[in-house]
């Protein structure tokens, strides 16, 4: 995973992204020391995210930490 190596699965829900999101981090190089630093928290709030596997945090948010994380998301709406 270290290796900088990154393919991003397709979900189809977001409810599904926030359990990827530590495996994306670490694929990226970004530490939670810097992942805190980044979004201007301490490693503790990032430790407490991890280790709900980030499912109790607000949809805003997680666009925040993957901004920080340098993923792009797209979001796509169908019926």
């Given at each position: 995973?270290?290796?900088g190596e990154l393919?991003?699965?397709h979900f189809e829900r977001l409810d599904q992204i926030a359990p990827s999101i530590v495996k994306?981090?670490?694929a990226?190089?970004?530490s939670?020391?810097?992942l805190a630093?980044?979004?201007g928290v301490s490693k503790q709030v990032i430790s407490r995210y991890e280790e709900?596997?980030?499912?109790?945090v607000?949809?805003?948010r997680l666009q925040e930490i993957l901004d920080a994380i340098g993923i792009k998301t797209v979001v796509t709406l169908s019926a």
């Open positions: 995973m270290k290796s393919t991003l699965p994306i981090r670490i990226k190089g970004v939670q020391t810097e630093r980044r979004l709900s596997d980030y499912q109790t607000a949809i805003a």
